[in-house]
């Protein structure tokens, strides 16, 4: 992340890390398959590769509805943001 004050697509694919998720790790899924569908969830509003703040909040929006736990969210929010 290069601290410009934008979120860009870029920075979001150079944090996530599809061999962590639980249907890859039983390999249900494809590393493949999970990073282009994570990818598809966020630049959605006009595809310039920078994430709005609209855009950033309904991603969580999305995501916070299905964490039974703040402070798992809050967790989750960390590590993905390196916070």
């Known amino acids: 992340m290069?601290?410009?004050g934008q979120v860009k697509?870029?920075?979001?694919?150079?944090?996530?890390?599809?061999?962590t998720v639980k249907e890859v790790q039983e390999g249900k899924r494809s590393e493949q398959d999970i990073y282009m569908e994570y990818m598809s969830l966020w630049d959605t509003q006009v595809k310039d590769g920078i994430i709005t703040f609209d855009e950033f909040l309904a991603y969580y929006e999305d995501y916070s509805?299905?964490?039974e736990e703040d402070d798992v969210f809050v967790a989750a929010m960390k590590e993905a943001w390196k916070l």
């Open 9 to 19: 697509l870029d920075d979001i694919a150079k944090t996530f890390d599809a061999s």
């Open 65 to 67: 509805a299905s964490v």
């Open 2 to 4: 290069n601290k410009d």
